[in-house]
Protein backbone atom coordinates (compact mmCIF):
# COMPACT_ATOMS: atom_id res chain seq x y z
CA UNK A 1 0.00 0.00 0.00
CA UNK A 2 1.46 3.39 -0.90
CA UNK A 3 0.38 6.11 1.38
CA UNK A 4 0.81 10.11 -0.27
CA UNK A 5 1.08 11.98 2.76
CA UNK A 6 2.80 10.90 6.22
CA UNK A 7 -0.46 12.11 8.25
CA UNK A 8 -2.28 9.28 6.17
CA UNK A 9 0.41 6.54 7.27
CA UNK A 10 0.24 8.06 10.88
CA UNK A 11 -3.66 8.10 10.81
CA UNK A 12 -4.06 4.51 9.30
CA UNK A 13 -1.45 3.51 12.32
CA UNK A 14 -3.80 5.39 14.50
CA UNK A 15 -6.78 3.13 12.95
CA UNK A 16 -4.98 -0.23 13.16
CA UNK A 17 -3.70 0.07 16.77
CA UNK A 18 -7.17 1.08 17.84
CA UNK A 19 -8.63 -2.35 16.30
CA UNK A 20 -5.97 -4.14 17.60
CA UNK A 21 -7.17 -2.74 21.16
CA UNK A 22 -10.67 -3.14 20.92
CA UNK A 23 -9.83 -7.39 19.77
CA UNK A 24 -7.45 -7.22 22.82
CA UNK A 25 -10.06 -6.24 24.89
CA UNK A 26 -12.82 -8.63 23.69
CA UNK A 27 -10.75 -11.18 24.38
CA UNK A 28 -10.05 -10.35 27.52
CA UNK A 29 -13.11 -9.52 29.01
CA UNK A 30 -14.71 -13.27 27.71
CA UNK A 31 -11.60 -15.41 29.01
CA UNK A 32 -11.87 -13.26 32.13
CA UNK A 33 -15.43 -13.90 32.71
CA UNK A 34 -14.66 -17.52 31.45
CA UNK A 35 -12.23 -17.86 34.38
CA UNK A 36 -14.48 -16.01 36.96
CA UNK A 37 -17.30 -18.29 36.50
CA UNK A 38 -14.70 -21.46 36.12
CA UNK A 39 -16.47 -22.33 32.26
CA UNK A 40 -15.95 -22.48 28.96
CA UNK A 41 -17.78 -22.16 26.08
CA UNK A 42 -18.94 -24.36 23.08
CA UNK A 43 -19.78 -24.08 19.40
CA UNK A 44 -16.97 -21.80 17.88
CA UNK A 45 -15.40 -24.21 15.71
CA UNK A 46 -16.86 -24.89 12.78
CA UNK A 47 -14.94 -28.23 12.08
CA UNK A 48 -15.85 -29.55 15.54
CA UNK A 49 -19.08 -28.01 17.15
CA UNK A 50 -18.59 -30.14 20.44
CA UNK A 51 -14.72 -28.12 21.25
CA UNK A 52 -15.29 -26.72 24.34
CA UNK A 53 -12.76 -23.61 24.98
CA UNK A 54 -11.57 -21.47 28.38
CA UNK A 55 -9.89 -19.02 26.46
CA UNK A 56 -11.55 -18.21 23.08
CA UNK A 57 -10.18 -15.79 20.55
CA UNK A 58 -11.57 -12.55 19.38
CA UNK A 59 -11.78 -13.85 15.77
CA UNK A 60 -13.54 -17.17 16.97
CA UNK A 61 -15.82 -14.72 18.40
CA UNK A 62 -16.81 -12.34 16.09
CA UNK A 63 -17.15 -15.54 13.73
CA UNK A 64 -19.79 -17.06 15.46
CA UNK A 65 -21.55 -13.47 14.69
CA UNK A 66 -20.97 -13.67 11.06
CA UNK A 67 -24.43 -14.93 9.94
CA UNK A 68 -27.01 -12.07 11.27
CA UNK A 69 -29.20 -11.00 8.53
CA UNK A 70 -31.14 -7.62 8.75
CA UNK A 71 -34.07 -7.41 6.00
CA UNK A 72 -35.58 -4.60 5.27
CA UNK A 73 -39.64 -5.38 3.80
CA UNK A 74 -41.07 -2.19 1.79
CA UNK A 75 -44.82 -1.95 2.36
CA UNK A 76 -47.65 0.74 2.27
CA UNK A 77 -46.98 1.67 5.87
CA UNK A 78 -43.76 2.26 4.94
CA UNK A 79 -40.22 -0.09 6.05
CA UNK A 80 -40.19 -2.88 8.37
CA UNK A 81 -36.91 -4.36 9.72
CA UNK A 82 -36.11 -8.35 10.21
CA UNK A 83 -33.20 -9.54 12.17
CA UNK A 84 -31.76 -12.95 12.47
CA UNK A 85 -32.64 -14.61 15.77
CA UNK A 86 -29.57 -14.99 18.20
CA UNK A 87 -28.37 -18.43 18.47
CA UNK A 88 -27.50 -20.19 22.03
CA UNK A 89 -23.53 -19.10 21.32
CA UNK A 90 -24.49 -15.67 19.84
CA UNK A 91 -26.86 -15.23 23.32
CA UNK A 92 -23.59 -16.62 25.36
CA UNK A 93 -21.24 -14.38 23.99
CA UNK A 94 -23.32 -11.12 24.48
CA UNK A 95 -23.74 -12.12 28.69
CA UNK A 96 -20.18 -12.73 28.95
CA UNK A 97 -19.17 -9.26 27.02
CA UNK A 98 -22.06 -7.80 29.71
CA UNK A 99 -24.53 -6.98 26.92
CA UNK A 100 -28.37 -7.69 27.21
CA UNK A 101 -30.27 -9.33 24.13
CA UNK A 102 -32.41 -6.01 24.17
CA UNK A 103 -28.65 -4.38 22.72
CA UNK A 104 -29.31 -6.52 19.56
CA UNK A 105 -32.80 -6.37 19.36
CA UNK A 106 -33.11 -2.64 19.85
CA UNK A 107 -31.41 -2.86 16.06
CA UNK A 108 -34.64 -3.01 14.41
CA UNK A 109 -36.63 -0.66 16.34
Known amino acids: MYLLRDEHATGLIRLLTIGLRVLTLLEFVVRSKLAE ?11 NP ?3 TERPTAEALLEAFSYIDLIGIKGIDGISYQLTPLTALQQRILKLLGFSHA ?3 QLVE
Not at 37 to 47: D, M, P
Open 37 to 47: EEATIVGLYAG
Open 50 to 52: KRS
Open 103 to 105: TYT
